[in-house]
């Protein structure tokens, strides 16, 4: 998920998708406890876009 795409969207639309991205990273942590973690690298890459959808939700609202 590139921000320039982030840019493109509504701002409820970047909640929709933080959420989304929050959902998901709570199933990973869950999946990780339970032993059923398959790719550690999704961690870092649904924190990474977390930060990037936050980062262009407080650019909107300026």
Known sequence: M????L???Q???L?????KLRREQFNLRM?????????????AK???N?????TVLAQVRK
């Open 2 to 5: 590139k921000a320039k795409d």
């Open 7 to 9: 840019r493109a969207k």
């Open 11 to 13: 701002p409820k639309e």
């Open 15 to 19: 909640g929709e998708e933080l959420l």
């Open 31 to 43: 999946a990780r406890a339970t032993g059923q973690a398959a790719k550690p690298d999704q961690f």
């Open 46 to 48: 649904v924190r990474k």
């Open 50 to 54: 977390i930060a990037r959808v936050k």
